[in-house]
């Protein structure tokens, strides 16, 4: 069923549209870049899923979100170092015949995720 993301910035109540984020899978510690994108209006990648149906696999996979430079587009002051910068997430993916949704609620000073559907 496919890998999907979608963020909220939840300090302004909107989706986090111009974020970037990017894809990679993860073996043996080693991350591979799979794509960047930007956030559309929705908080979402303008081209759909990241992996549709046949081409999930099992494995491990991560979500790096470019939170402190979101922030920073929209106009909030942040310190320097920011509390966040890049929210890198992790997840295993056990059966990819099912859909995995992985969104994001991100303000600069707080994070969660969960597995959507």
Do not use: C
Not at 13 to 25: D, F, K, R, Y
Not at 30 to 52: I, S, T
Not at 85 to 96: M, N, S
């Amino acid at each position: 069923m496919g890998l999907s993301t979608h963020v909220l910035d939840t300090m302004h109540g909107t989706p986090a549209a111009g974020m970037a984020v990017e894809l990679h899978t993860v073996q043996g510690g080693q991350a591979a870049l799979v794509k960047r994108f930007v956030l559309n209006a929705d908080g979402r990648n303008p081209e759909g899923p990241l992996y549709k149906d046949a081409e999930l696999r099992q494995g491990t996979y991560r979500l790096v979100f470019d939170v402190a430079a979101y922030f920073r587009a929209r106009g909030v002051q942040l310190p320097d170092p920011p509390f966040l910068d890049r929210v890198a997430l992790d997840f295993g993916i056990a059966r990819p015949q099912e859909h995995y949704h992985v969104p994001l609620l991100v303000s600069p000073w707080s994070y969660s995720t969960y597995r959507g559907s």
